[in-house]
DNA sequence: TTTTCATGTTTGTCCTGGACAAAATGCTTT
DNA sequence: AAAGCATTTTGTCCAGGACAAACATGAAAA
């Protein structure tokens, strides 16, 4: 038995679910930059080798960068990695990257009770803010690189998503309930459906003292506007990430603006909004999680 | 301001998130039963209507129940109504449903917490594998037509996924692990994202004593196969709700058996399976959750 | 220097109408 | 009942065209 035989034919519907490109990009990137030229089966239909769709998650990475098509789709490869690689940069202090690896080497070795501890123990030592800044941003880039380079498996990368929210959750349930002001819903529209983000801001300002509620990831812009002006929200906090159908960011922002009373902030940030310019009224683009606690502590004094 | 004003303009691809009804399908239906036939923007693109997203949403529903289309599309909107009530039936008895009708009710006025602790007394009450034979089973079904009616909205029902979720995981952690054969991994397949149904396999498990453990769901056959066989698991668990794309099921499960070494057993369920006659080796096709017990016994005498 | 505006280019999504295999159904025979 | 065969139903894929919104670029204004 070769290997051919027991890997699956990939079909283009199969593709756009890994990837999250869509059938009809796939295609119309073949006819305009010749790639993904896939094999085709006796009907005449694409089969994606296993190549390729290394190369298509690669790219996709680039673009949630805001790299273009154009530049990126003919590169092979290694020209990809390259560009990843400067890409991601250095960001944090060697010790801490150290600590990092160390996490992610025990959820190599599907370690998840001694991951959870680990992580607890960084969180008290560490305290609520400084643990998500320090320590669960950078390992969230450490596994989507792992990621990426297809050296972490589906189960793995779940295992940590688990374990991370796990802990996160707890901390802030621990937390006595914050009833000082202001008021904010946390949530993502319904084309977002990572949940890691906006757990991470609910924590910060769960830290800050805030009254924080969440609605969960998916809801539509109708039911969110319904929640917060029942339940007399002073804010709405939304997470796009980098995942999140770029083209589309702006307007369903803009939309979501106009549905929402004036007097209710928005406070909105995440991957897909990075290289944005988007001013709407009563609304703040967040560029970097650090920047929450100052957030909050600029409503109390301001409005 | 109309209504029809702060009605966002529902665009194919917003139906094919809402319904979960491809595009491809959306304009085949339209072609061949002239249903759903959506107006037109000034470019010709199509714009759907509230009603029609209403009638689609019931449509989805009876198909995945084992409707065929071409008998259910032309139908308008009370004969579809009449057509779901005859299909859902009678089902527990009136106390039961009483109960059940109660806890819909608290998760309607957003008590979350109320609702926890409700499951949680019925919980002790009865114990697990009662619990979720009489209360969950029904409770979903419940929630279920809730849902069609348009009664209960995104955030209503993410919270009583949530919170169920809570009480189910909370009392297989507290169940001191189950070391005793057999070893069994939970896992859905990649277009399966429902966790509600593994999860309920996997609390009946561990009360019946079995060794568990859950991989989450929309997992790689490959990687499945890979952790079934090196963690010598003797079986592998997997639930496809109503809405996995039944035409595939046949094929896939076909595809993992073949993948998956034959001497681990394959327990399958769930309501994409109900009407399929599947035979395959080693592979058990369960038609309602109240046989598990049953079955986990059967392997340790059988095995 | 930074911001605003006008221009041309890039890019994802939608369109039509055709094709075909796999699944479901109905009918006949063990 | 169960199994075999013919027919209909049905979802997904294909090609190639179209177009607006997003983006880049460069000039003009603050």
Request: aromatic residues 6%; charged residues 25%; glycine residues 6%.
């Amino acid at each position: 038995m070769n290997l051919q035989e027991i890997t699956p034919a990939m079909r283009i519907a199969d593709v756009e679910r890994d990837t999250g490109i869509g059938k009809d990009t796939l295609r119309v990137w073949e006819r305009r930059y010749d790639f993904p030229r896939p094999d085709r089966d006796a009907l005449g239909e694409r089969v994606y080798s296993a190549d390729q769709i290394d190369r298509l998650r690669i790219i996709r990475r680039l673009l949630d960068k805001g790299m273009r098509p154009s530049k990126v789709l003919p590169l092979d490869l290694p020209a990809l990695q390259q560009l990843l690689d400067k890409h991601s940069g250095p960001l944090h202090s060697p010790a801490r990257h150290a600590i990092c690896l160390s996490l992610v080497k025990l959820l190599r070795m599907h370690r998840s009770r001694e991951l959870r501890e680990s992580l607890n123990r960084i969180l008290v030592q560490d305290g609520l803010q400084k643990f998500i800044t320090d320590t669960i941003v950078p390992i969230n880039g450490i596994i989507g690189d792992y990621w990426i380079r297809g050296e972490l498996s589906v189960p793995e990368e779940h295992l940590y998503t688990e374990q991370v929210q796990n802990v996160i959750r707890h901390a802030i349930h621990s937390h006595a309930p914050g009833e000082s002001a202001p008021r904010i819903l946390f949530t993502t529209f319904p084309d977002e459906e990572h949940c890691l983000g906006i757990l991470m801001v609910e924590a910060m300002c769960v830290a800050a003292g805030a009254h924080c509620t969440s609605l969960g990831t998916r809801i539509p812009l109708s039911d969110i506007s319904k929640y917060a002006s029942d339940g007399r929200y002073d804010v709405v906090a939304l997470s796009f990430s980098a995942a999140y159908p770029s083209r589309t960011v702006t307007k369903d922002l803009t939309q979501f603006r106009e549905l929402l009373p004036a007097k209710i902030a928005i406070w909105a940030g995440g991957g897909a909004l990075n290289q944005k310019r988007i001013k709407l009224p009563n609304t703040t683009i967040l560029t970097n999680i650090e920047g929450v606690p100052a957030l909050v502590a600029h409503w109390r004094t301001g409005a």
